[in-house]
């Protein structure tokens, strides 16, 4: 008869009572650890679908604005070439329809931004700028070209500058021609061209502030020269010149 075999009954059930109570503490603790671990991948789960719900709605309202861009581009581009088509001169008239957009494979791959934005001033990557951008910048290229008669007149002030202007570049260019004219009387090869590139220099310098005047109105103070413009301007230019030639001829 082994020990075993001699332990009374009492004692082998405490044992087995205690064994069973010790595995029935450890499967309670691994269904806790689970049922935790089960929440905690649940409540992650639920974030990152919550997010990826954000995330697409917010990727179909960019989709909607950026398709809405793309329709507005579209009108402003198909209604400045049928004006464009609308203005004078035959080679206006022979540009035929709009052509199609370039397909997208021939596009440069840039990165697509967080959202379309509304800002005509904004210069995407590589430097390049916005399509709203470059139709402001075409439809003000065409306004100054076609309807040049819309532009605003000149200012007063400005008005009183144009004499100046015209003397000014008429001094200028009468100077140029009075260079050229001694130069060529000089025993220089083309003597005689040189200095009948003066005389017309000359002859052509009470009109030289024109351009220039034309050039700031334009540019500058956005603005046309008109009829009474281009009279001061040569004014000044006709006076400058002849007390130019005045003081020549005393020399």
């Given at each position: 008869?082994?020990?075993r075999?001699?332990?009374?009954?009492?004692?082998d059930?405490?044992?087995?009572?205690?064994?069973?109570?010790?595995?029935?503490?450890?499967?309670?603790?691994?269904?806790?650890?689970?049922?935790?671990?089960?929440?905690?991948?649940?409540?992650?789960?639920?974030?990152?679908?919550?997010?990826?719900e954000?995330?697409?709605?917010?990727?179909?309202?960019?989709?909607?604005?950026?398709?809405?861009?793309?329709?507005?581009?579209?009108?402003?581009?198909?209604?400045?070439?049928?004006?464009?088509?609308?203005?004078?001169?035959?080679?206006?008239?022979?540009?035929?329809?709009?052509?199609?957009?370039?397909?997208?494979?021939?596009?440069?791959?840039?990165?697509?931004?967080?959202?379309?934005t509304?800002?005509?001033?904004?210069?995407?990557?590589?430097?390049?700028?916005?399509?709203?951008?470059?139709?402001?910048?075409?439809a003000?290229?065409?306004?100054?070209?076609?309807?040049?008669?819309?532009?605003?007149?000149?200012p007063?002030?400005?008005?009183?500058?144009?004499?100046?202007?015209?003397?000014?570049?008429?001094?200028?260019?009468?100077?140029?021609?009075?260079?050229?004219?001694?130069?060529?009387?000089?025993?220089?090869f083309g003597?005689?061209?040189?200095r009948?590139i003066?005389?017309?220099?000359?002859?052509?310098?009470?009109?030289?502030?024109?351009?220039?005047?034309?050039?700031?109105?334009?540019?500058?103070?956005h603005?046309?020269?008109?009829?009474?413009?281009?009279?001061?301007?040569?004014?000044?230019?006709?006076?400058?010149?002849?007390?130019?030639?005045?003081?020549?001829a005393?020399?």
């Amino acid at each position: 008869m082994t020990t075993r075999d001699r332990q009374p009954p009492s004692r082998d059930y405490q044992l087995m009572v205690s064994a069973l109570a010790e595995v029935t503490r450890r499967r309670d603790a691994e269904l806790d650890d689970a049922e935790q671990a089960y929440q905690d991948n649940a409540a992650r789960a639920a974030g990152e679908l919550a997010r990826a719900e954000n995330d697409a709605l917010a990727a179909d309202r960019w989709a909607g604005a950026a398709a809405a861009q793309v329709l507005d581009v579209d009108r402003e581009a198909a209604r400045l070439w049928d004006q464009l088509r609308r203005a004078r001169g035959l080679r206006m008239r022979a540009l035929g329809e709009m052509p199609d957009p370039a397909p997208i494979e021939a596009l440069p791959r840039v990165a697509l931004q967080r959202g379309p934005t509304s800002d005509e001033l904004v210069v995407t990557g590589h430097g390049r700028q916005s399509p709203r951008a470059l139709l402001a910048r075409a439809a003000d290229r065409i306004d100054d070209r076609v309807r040049p008669g819309g532009r605003r007149l000149l200012p007063r002030w400005a008005l009183a500058l144009l004499p100046l202007i015209g003397a000014l570049a008429s001094t200028l260019a009468g100077l140029v021609a009075a260079g050229l004219v001694t130069f060529g009387h000089t025993a220089v090869f083309g003597g005689l061209l040189i200095r009948g590139i003066g005389w017309l220099t000359f002859i052509i310098a009470p009109s030289a502030g024109v351009p220039a005047a034309a050039y700031l109105a334009h540019r500058r103070l956005h603005a046309r020269l008109d009829v009474g413009g281009i009279g001061l301007t040569l004014l000044g230019g006709m006076v400058a010149a002849t007390f130019l030639s005045l003081s020549f001829a005393t020399r």
